[in-house]
Structure formats: structure tokens, C-alpha cells
């Protein structure tokens, strides 16, 4: 039975196991999706093409090796790479079982490995969102992402001449990582006009100058050296709200937004691109949270007090499932999480720095949230269920001509949310569209985390493999 | 770094030892590997296993995530067609 059970091995995960270890956890297991520890965050090529200048594509790398190399050298942490928890099973009064399959991405016979926690780390990270558009289904229109995950994953570029477009600072490294990787970019577009990035950014300054923010002036002024030295334009309170191509994008209209985000008429212009990344913020992975039995906010992260605990308990979380707030958030995250989950008392400076940079993640919801206009990017052929093909008229015209206010009526009407991915790209956005509508709901309730093979669910019901219950 | 070959659709592509099959296809100039049920091509489109886009039949195992499986030397990589019928 391990002490503590750790979910993600990202920047919070890692931080977690160690610091759940440092304060007297005996035995940590820390479950990681990918191969590599690391998350996307620090998403590297394979260690058979380690690149000796890795260091050059992250930051604050140096903090990662050292963090790998501390979690596979203590004897009292298990790291299990390629696991893929796939659901939880909720007990009164205590953390929940959790069921892993272990073994390749969607494949078959893999190890099945249930874990009965004293306490249990929730840091499944966030994926991110894009907002639909015409024409936004294109092969050739990524999320920025995964234009990053590529170049920094892969070494690819997503294209040869590319615009990047939505929302936050998380577009200005995905600009570094495709120059990094030879494509040209033709443009960064941010649909937050002037005034609300001011508004949201700038606001009672002094109160950002505690621990470590400085750093992400350095890194900001970073990434705007390299927009000069490679003359790329930059645009703020503007979008693509449209890509056109048959087959693939070949174009995409960029217009200018109103403080809403709806386009103003007549500003559309065209660019001629082989691809466009776009991101509009992070939706947090809460699956397992919501499994769990974990209370959820308005903006569908994992509620926490001020130790990281959930509703839950022995359920903690850290990192961006409690809310979009960046790697040092989750750094310090992880660690008060791991500490508690471990029965101890966290450092002070860790305390400190997730108070600060909670203030920071609180600017960044401010600075860059989402403007109700973008609905208007939709006319009633876009697709929005990129799955199912399912598009906002007939969202619509079922919302109206069935009355339905249920999501779940909605989904098994039109089929949007009920294809392959199960609505982790479009749940929010119809959600969103429907508002007013619907009753209110969260499409990220899925028992079933990630998809398993049939013959995996039997095994796992033949066997009820229960290794670690004592 | 250790070139490999894995056959999509029959057809032998080179690649590197450790790129996931979405990389290798997308290096060897491909945009789009399945259709949706009403036709419209599909490729990547988050690169962290979110969305589903990208699905490819890997060695006759259907609805594998591209982005996120390792070619393997000798590879069956097919592409997939929705196909509810």
C-alpha cells in the first residue's frame, strides 16, 4: 500500500512525490502517462535522441534534471511510466482506489495495477482550448500546443509559413519553439485588445513583487526579442476567425475584435499560411477529480484550501487542475500537496511563493479571458463537434426544438460530445453556446478516464487485480 | 538516433527510432490520415492525446493516438476511415 499516490509527472507531480517523501512518506508511487517524466511542460525527445542542448528549449531545465534524477534515485519512490489511470473507485471517508493500465498508448494486454493510497496527489495538468471558427476542422490548423509538443517533443514544424492566434502568453514560447524549428512566422495575433491587457496585467503592480515573478519579466522580454530579431508582427484585440483551404488550410481571415472579442465588420483580412496553431487558454483534466468526488469551481478546476486539499479526503491536487497558473504555480503547488499528503507541515517559502503566484494566475484569468463576442466567429455550418460533425445550427436548432435544457439530451440528440474524445474539445464550447439554455453541467464527467479495450475491462473485471490491497 | 521503416498503407516510410507515428507521418508530408464520417479529413490537432483527431490502425489495432505512439521498427501503420456502416 503506498503512502501516497502521485497522478501526473509534470512539474507538479514531480515536486509532490519528492516533497511527499521528504516529509515522511515511506513508500511514494508516482504514475506517469508519457515514458519520460516531465509533463508538457518540460516535454523532451526520447533518450534515444537526447539533444545536448536540451537546456536551450526549456526553462528552468537544470530544476528538471535534478528533479528526475532525485525521484529514480530514492529507493522509496516508484516511478511507473506508460501508466494510464483509467478510473477511480470512490470510498466514504478516505481517497479512493485507483485502477492503471500500464503498458503503450492505446493498446492491448497491458499490466492492470490498482493502488489502495493513504493519500492521493491529483496532477493530471490541463489540456488546451480552442475556440471553433469556419474552417477551423482543417488539417493544418493545430492547437498551439501542438505546434510546441512537436517542435519541442519531435524537432517538427507544423508548417512552413505559420500564424499563431488566441489567447495568453503561452502563444509567445510556441512562436520561439516553431523559429526554433525553421518555420517562418507570419504573425502572433491576441484576441485581448490594449485595455483589458492593461487592465488585467497591470493592475496594483506591487503586489506581483514578491518571490520569483521577476523571472517571468525575463522570460517575457525573452520571447519579445525574439519576435524583433525575427520580424515577426504582433497584434493584439484580433483573431483568425476564419481558415480556408480544401483539404488543408491554405488561408485564414484575421479580424479585428471588438473588447467583447466579436469581429468588427469589414476589418477581416486575408493571410496566406500552410498552417495556424491557436490557443484560448486551458481546460484542466479533472476527470479523476470529478470521479473522485471532488468539488469543482465555476471555471471547472478541483476546488482546494490553502494545503492543496480537495473535498475529498485524502484527495490533494497541484498544478493546473486547480486553475491555469503556469509552472511555477505548480512547482510550489506541488510541493505544499506533497507535503500534506504526507501528514507534514509544508515549508513556508513554498506557502509563499503559491500564494504570490496564485495572484499571478488570477492576472492571467483577468488579462485573457475569454469575450462572450467570439460565438459570432460561428456561423451555423462550423463545426463544432470535430468528432461527431456536429455543427453550432444544429446545437441550436436541437437546444430549441426540443426544449432540452439537459446535457446529457443534448449529447445523445445531436451527438456532440459523444465521438472519440468524448467532448474534451468541444464540452466547453457547447457548454458556452448553449448558456441560457442548458442547465448547467460539466462535459468533463467521464467514469471512464481514458479509453481501454474491451477485453482490458474484462480482465480487469475477471481478476479484480488488487496487487497493492493489503 | 537509429532511422527506422514502418509500411503505411503498404507503402514503406523512413523515420526515426523514437518519433510518434503523428511526427513520422506528418515528416513524410502528410497532413490528414482519416476521414470523419462525413468525409472530412482529420490529422493532428492537439499533439497531447486530447482530442482524438489523429487515430491510425497500428499493426491492426484500431483507434490508436498517433501523437502519442512510438514507431516501432516494422510498424503496420494504417490509415483509418471512419466507417459506422
Not at chain 1, 526520447?46 to 526549456?58: K, L, S, V, Y
Not at chain 1, 490541463?126 to 488539417?139: I, K, N, S, V, Y
Request: hydrophobic letters at 45%; one cysteine or more; aromatic letters at 4%.
Amino acid at each position: 500500500m503506498p503512502d501516497v499516490l502521485v497522478v501526473g509527472g509534470g512539474p507538479a507531480g514531480m515536486t509532490a512525490a519528492l516533497a511527499a517523501r521528504r516529509h515522511g512518506a515511506e513508500r511514494v508511487v508516482l504514475l506517469e502517462a508519457d515514458d519520460d517524466v516531465g509533463g508538457q511542460y518540460w516535454r523532451h525527445p526520447p533518450a534515444g535522441r537526447a539533444d545536448p542542448d536540451e537546456g536551450e528549449w526549456h526553462h528552468h531545465w537544470q530544476r528538471f534534471v535534478s528533479l528526475r534524477a532525485a525521484l529514480l534515485r530514492d529507493p522509496g519512490c516508484e516511478v511507473v511510466t506508460n501508466a494510464h489511470v483509467w478510473s477511480v473507485d470512490r470510498r466514504d471517508g478516505m481517497p479512493p482506489l485507483v485502477h492503471a493500465l500500464v503498458g503503450e498508448p492505446d493498446g492491448q494486454d497491458r499490466a492492470q495495477r490498482t493502488f489502495d493510497p493513504a493519500a492521493l496527489v491529483l496532477a493530471t495538468g490541463a489540456h488546451e482550448r480552442t475556440l471553433p471558427f469556419p474552417g477551423w476542422d482543417l488539417p493544418g490548423v493545430f492547437t498551439a500546443g501542438a505546434a510546441q509538443a512537436l517542435a519541442k517533443g519531435e524537432r517538427v514544424a507544423v508548417g512552413r509559413r505559420v500564424l499563431v492566434a488566441g489567447s495568453g502568453p503561452f502563444l509567445l514560447p510556441v512562436v520561439a519553439g516553431l523559429i526554433r524549428v525553421g518555420a517562418q512566422v507570419v504573425g502572433v495575433v491576441e484576441a485581448s485588445g490594449p485595455a483589458r491587457l492593461a487592465k488585467g496585467w497591470g493592475a496594483k503592480p506591487w503586489r506581483l513583487a514578491g518571490v520569483g515573478v521577476g523571472g517571468k519579466a525575463v522570460e517575457l522580454a525573452g520571447y519579445l526579442r525574439v519576435l524583433a530579431a525575427h520580424r515577426v508582427p504582433c497584434r493584439t484585440g484580433a483573431a483568425v476567425v476564419a481558415a480556408h483551404g480544401v483539404d488543408r488550410v491554405q488561408a485564414v481571415t484575421v479580424a479585428r475584435l471588438n473588447p467583447d472579442w466579436s469581429p468588427v465588420a469589414g476589418s477581416g483580412r486575408r493571410i496566406e499560411v500552410d498552417a495556424v496553431c491557436v490557443g484560448h487558454g486551458f481546460v484542466p483534466r479533472a476527470e479523476l477529480a470529478i470521479a473522485a468526488g471532488c468539488a469543482l469551481d465555476g471555471h471547472g478546476a478541483v476546488e482546494v484550501d490553502d494545503r492543496q486539499r480537495t473535498s475529498v479526503p485524502g484527495v490533494l491536487t497541484a498544478g493546473e487542475l486547480t486553475g491555469i497558473g503556469g509552472v511555477d504555480l505548480a512547482l510550489a503547488e506541488g510541493l505544499v500537496a506533497g507535503a500534506v499528503a504526507a501528514g507534514g507541515e509544508p515549508a513556508p517559502a513554498a506557502l509563499r511563493r503559491r500564494a504570490v503566484f496564485r495572484e499571478f494566475a488570477t492576472r492571467l484569468a483577468a488579462a485573457h479571458a475569454t469575450g462572450p463576442g467570439w460565438r459570432s466567429w460561428l456561423d451555423d455550418t462550423t463545426v463544432v463537434c470535430r468528432c461527431e460533425d456536429v455543427t453550432a445550427g444544429a446545437l441550436r436548432r436541437a437546444a430549441g426544438s426540443t426544449r432540452s435544457r439537459g446535457l446529457r439530451s443534448l449529447k445523445l440528440t445531436t451527438r456532440a460530445g459523444l465521438g472519440l474524445c468524448q467532448g474534451r474539445t468541444c464540452g466547453r464550447t457547447v457548454e458556452d453556446l448553449l448558456t441560457g439554455v442548458l442547465d448547467p453541467g460539466r462535459t468533463a464527467n467521464r467514469p471512464i478516464a481514458v479509453p481501454l479495450r474491451l477485453g482490458e475491462l474484462a480482465d480487469h473485471g475477471r481478476t479484480g487485480n488488487r496487487e497493492d490491497v493489503p | 538516433m537509429t532511422d527506422i521503416h514502418v509500411e503505411v498503407d503498404g507503402t514503406p516510410v523512413a523515420g526515426l527510432a523514437g518519433q510518434s507515428i503523428a511526427a513520422l507521418l506528418l515528416a513524410s508530408g502528410r497532413t490528414s490520415w482519416r476521414r470523419t464520417r462525413e468525409g472530412r479529413p482529420r490529422g493532428v490537432f492537439c499533439g497531447i492525446g486530447a482530442c482524438f483527431d489523429c487515430v491510425v490502425t497500428v499493426n491492426g489495432l484500431r483507434d490508436v493516438r498517433a501523437c502519442l505512439r512510438r514507431a516501432v521498427d516494422g510498424d503496420r501503420v494504417e490509415l483509418q476511415e471512419d466507417d459506422r456502416a
